[in-house]
């Protein structure tokens, strides 16, 4: 046997040990508290068969659409503004300040300017990934070694070139590393904003369940999500794989 | 604009042109302030380079060799004196010169093909996908890069890139060379064959270049004149002109009695130097 | 020694001075132009003006009904982060330092680590009740995962031929580890720590808007449901002022000097 095939099987023992002690904890002692993997499993499937995927379009479209805007005016702020001497000088103490403001804590401001829809939830998942892009992409613009731009500056290009050619790509590293933490957040600022105050989506299922003290549904809720952050979380790595290949070969030639 | 219309003209043979003077640094000084305390890096430093003239400067490292390379590529302003090039001030990039700095500045995000090509991309320079792929092929098989021509710079070793960068330099035939150490991490053999490449191109495209080294013996192979720098702050401690023919055979060049003579020369005044800069940075530990 | 770069000492260096101008004209225009906005171009109802907010924390000051909710949400966030840093790092050394077993769990805790950990509040309170103690059981559970990866993170950049040649020379256990597991670690716990305190504030301010009758979170989350703007940006403005106390002095800024990545 392959190393990695038994440890695989091990993993899967382990689950199984894990799934059945729970399962047998519920037959046993009482599955009042903890549920139990089968009623969570029938769950799952009763969901699957009737409003589960409405409400994961809910999240997927706040999550998207705020994406959508954020991501895109995130970046191209924090490389305009870092790359003016002037501007990264003087906006530096506001962007530390908002940078240390849990900005979640917005939520119930937005769900008042926007009522109940998915506005709110839009509105926070694009300020949220804005700020977190923005910060990325500002410091990255401000890392951008010099002396590159020197020498593209030698060869003739114009400044709209060192621009593009170098500006640009390296702070795709960046933007990167902005992308792994935006995309697990803008899940997070998604669900807060539905937990807080909503009719619909992921997190509306977990407040549904709880204030009617539906224990499998709130396992049933958590275990969709864990699936749906697993999934973006596997997601970004995967894209940062691809983009930066470059860069993988520099940290592993180290 | 194709590539062919950047390329000068081979030389009329027979009568020597008359030699415009290319660059010039007048008495040129350099400050530099660190952690609030100045410090003169080049003090009084006069250079005066004709067209074509094939300049070496060596001494010691931290002996502002550098930082003159600097101020003809307009990256750096003097603090004192004047730098002009072509009898106009150097006040911004020098667009007409080619740099390769000590350390190359490969784009890591770019293959080493995608780095040589990068100067066809600009606007300034833009040729065709075709016309380009040619001219990268033609430079990557120069400087002994087949092979690698998709592979990222951090897959390559420090010659390698160093090779690249010369690529990437030599490609768009600057009429002006600023070489900082360009062949320092290159092995013995591969040194002696870039250091001929390099020579045969210079002669071919009649360009005019500054190498800076600590390598003696690169210089008085390659140059048709050295200065010999002190340090600290840089200075000319010597000047000498190489008169050995053009074009020269690096190769046999340094087994003629000529060349050893010369070499013992200069060096008497090196080690000295050499010497010095030891002393100094065993005093400033 | 100098680096060249583009003719850096012709560009003129800029006079702290005006930008300290700069920045104070920016922050009066901004305030100016919201006082300016609010009841001309926009109601008052939806973002209040700066007059307005001033005097209610003023109110909050003078009465002293501020103070309740900075200490609540300050013990929360120390309890939550303490919490979840020990249990993360004594859970990042346990795995770290048996290989084996981490292999296996690994997938696991990745899986939990994906999960957002808000989600589990309802799941607290249920078992916890409405209080101190669901609050910190939500901050500790999102600090255990930074910890723990930062830990084993740390444990792995341990140089094995180090100690090998330590014990060589008759290094003692203890000395390797002062010498070289604790070097090793030390920067990761440090990074993962100040990352960490981030996180563990949002979680608190959430945590206290979503169920809690103390704290800023739950301050700004009542203010907004009785629909009293002025409140919610006070309360904003506190929270500001203490996140800003708690984050600016620890740099949080400068984390972003690198592109690093906490997790895997």
């Given amino acids: 046997m392959t190393d990695s095939s038994r440890l695989w099987l091990q993993r899967a023992i382990l689950l199984v040990a894990i799934l059945a002690a729970w399962e047998a904890c519920a037959r046993l002692v009482s599955d009042r508290w903890i549920s139990s993997p089968v009623a969570i499993a029938e769950r799952l499937a009763q969901w699957m068969a009737g409003d589960l995927w409405y409400h994961m379009m809910i999240t997927g479209t706040e999550i998207g659409a705020g994406l959508a805007i954020g991501i895109p005016l995130g970046v191209l702020t924090g490389m305009l503004l870092g790359r003016s ?28 300017w926007f009522g109940l829809g998915m506005q ?27 002396e590159l731009m020197d020498t593209l500056a ?59 003290f539906d224990m499998t549904g709130i396992y049933t809720a958590l275990f969709v999500l864990m699936v749906v952050g697993g999934l973006i979380n596997e997601g970004t790595t995967q894209l940062e794989n691809r983009l930066l290949r470059w860069r993988h070969l520099e940290t592993r030639g180290r | 604009m194709s590539h062919l219309q950047l390329i000068r003209p081979e030389p009329a043979t027979g009568a020597t042109p008359a030699r415009r003077r290319k660059i010039s640094l007048d008495k040129v000084a350099v400050d530099f302030t660190t952690r609030g305390k100045t410090f003169r890096a080049v003090d009084d430093v006069t250079i005066e380079v004709p067209e074509m003239q094939f300049l070496a400067l060596v001494g010691p490292s931290g002996c502002g060799k550098s930082t003159v390379l600097n101020m003809v590529a307009g990256l750096l302003a003097p603090s004192e004196g004047s730098v002009t090039y072509d009898g106009a001030p150097v006040e911004a990039a020098n667009t007409r010169v080619g740099y390769m700095t000590q350390k190359d500045t490969l784009l890591p995000w770019r293959s080493v093909a995608d780095n040589i090509g990068i100067a066809f991309e600009l606007r300034c320079r833009k040729a065709n996908a075709a016309e380009r792929r040619e001219r990268v092929a033609e430079m990557i098989d120069l400087v002994g890069l087949k092979g690698f021509e998709r592979h990222f710079p951090a897959e390559l070793s420090g010659g390698m890139r160093k090779r690249a960068a010369l690529a990437r330099m030599l490609i768009y035939e600057p009429e002006t060379l600023l070489l900082d150490e360009p062949f320092a991490a290159l092995d013995a053999q591969l040194r ?10 210079v002669e071919r495209r009649q360009m005019t270049v500054i190498l800076v080294t600590h390598d003696l013996e690169e210089a008085v192979l390659m140059a048709d004149r050295v200065m010999v720098f002190t340090s600290g702050p840089g200075r000319i401690r010597t000047e000498r002109d190489i008169p050995f023919e053009r074009p020269r055979n690096a190769m046999e060049l340094r087994f003629r009695p000529e060349f050893s003579a010369i070499h013992e020369e200069l060096w008497s005044e090196l080690k000295d130097e050499f010497a010095a800069s030891v002393e100094r940075e065993r005093r400033a530990q | 020694m100098w680096k060249g770069s583009v003719v850096r000492n012709r560009q003129k260096a800029l006079n702290p001075r005006v930008v300290l101008v700069q920045q104070l004209a920016f922050l009066i225009l901004l305030i100016g132009a919201w006082q300016f906005v609010s009841g001309r171009l926009i109601p008052p109802f939806y973002i209040s003006n700066p007059l307005d907010i001033a005097g209610v924390i003023w109110k909050w000051l003078a009465d002293g009904s501020i103070w309740v909710h900075v200490r609540s949400t300050i013990v929360t966030l120390f309890m939550g982060y303490l919490v979840g840093a020990a249990l993360g790092i004594g859970l990042g050394l346990a795995l770290g330092l048996s290989p084996r077993t981490e292999r296996i769990v690994a997938p696991f805790i990745a899986a939990l680590y994906g999960l957002p950990k808000v989600a589990l509040l309802p799941l607290f309170v249920i078992f916890f009740g409405i209080g101190l103690v669901s609050k910190v059981a939500l901050v500790a559970s999102v600090v255990i995962f930074l910890l723990f990866y930062a830990t084993l993170a740390g444990v792995r950049d341990i140089d094995r031929d180090m100690i090998d040649g330590l014990r060589l020379m008759g290094a003692s256990g203890e000395e390797i580890t002062r010498k070289v597991r604790m070097p090793a670690i030390l920067p990761w716990l440090y990074t993962g720590l100040r990352t960490s305190l981030g996180y563990a504030l949002t979680t608190t301010v959430v945590s206290e808007a979503l169920s809690s009758n103390r704290g800023l979170g739950f301050l700004i989350e009542y203010s907004a449901s009785q629909f009293h703007s002025a409140g919610v940006f006070a309360a904003v403005v506190v929270l500001l002022v203490l996140s800003s106390a708690i984050m600016v002095p620890l740099g949080m800024l400068e984390r972003r000097s690198k592109p690093t990545r906490l997790s895997h």
């Fill in chain 1, 85 to 112: 001497k002037r501007m990264a000088a003087v906006f530096r103490p506001f962007i530390v300040l908002m940078n240390s403001l849990p900005i979640v804590a917005l939520t119930p401001l937005l769900i008042m």
């Fill in chain 1, 154 to 212: 030698l060869m003739g290009a114009s400044a709209k070139e060192r621009f593009v050619k170098v500006v640009v790509p390296s702070c795709l590293t960046w933007t990167i590393a902005g992308l792994k933490n935006a995309l697990p957040y803008a899940l997070i600022a998604a669900v807060i904003g539905e937990m807080m105050l909503s009719r619909n989506g992921l997190g509306h299922l977990i407040t549904r369940s709880a204030q009617q």
């Fill in chain 2, 192 to 201: 002696i064959l870039m250091q001929q490449e390099l020579l045969r191109l």
């Fill in chain 1, 120 to 146: 709110p939830k839009i509105v926070l998942v694009a300020f949220v990934s804005f700020l977190l892009m923005f910060f990325n992409s500002f410091s990255g613009a401000r890392a951008v070694d010099e």
